[in-house]
């Protein structure tokens, strides 16, 4: 499976941006990771391709995960963006029965990442 991120950015404290993946084919669970400067890549958000989501804690509420099966694309839609959001965002997909329930760096997909910055 290949991935393609976009929509990464600079964008003031506050602010939004939307980040899309497209797959070159479907897969059970689709989302979103970040690498910050200095620190291991963590889990951000995810969803299946039958609608289930799950989020870290740090973003519930300003962040919304949302998948168009048709295209095989997943969006990161992030609002209230803040300071410590700043990172290299991946897309990640993987097709195992136990992938929603372990969103891990151990994903077997991978997409670039999209630097987002987010300004004081």
């Known amino acids: 499976v290949q991935l393609q991120a976009s929509g990464g950015g600079l964008v003031q404290t506050g602010g939004s941006l939307r980040l899309s993946c497209a797959a070159s084919r479907r897969t059970y669970v689709m989302g979103w990771f970040r690498q910050a400067p200095g620190k291991e890549r963590e889990f951000i958000a995810i969803?299946?391709?039958?609608?289930?989501?799950k989020y870290a804690d740090s973003v519930k509420g300003r962040f919304t995960i949302s998948r168009d099966n048709a295209n095989n694309t997943v969006y990161l839609q992030m609002n209230s963006l803040k300071p410590e959001d700043t990172g290299v965002y991946y897309c990640?997909?993987?097709?195992?029965?136990?992938?929603?329930?372990?969103?891990?760096?151990?994903?077997?997909?991978w997409g670039q990442g999209t630097l987002v910055t987010v300004s004081s």
């Open positions: 990640a997909a993987d097709g195992r029965s136990d992938a929603y329930a372990y969103p891990t760096s151990s994903y077997d997909y």
């Open positions: 969803n299946t391709w039958n609608g289930r989501t």
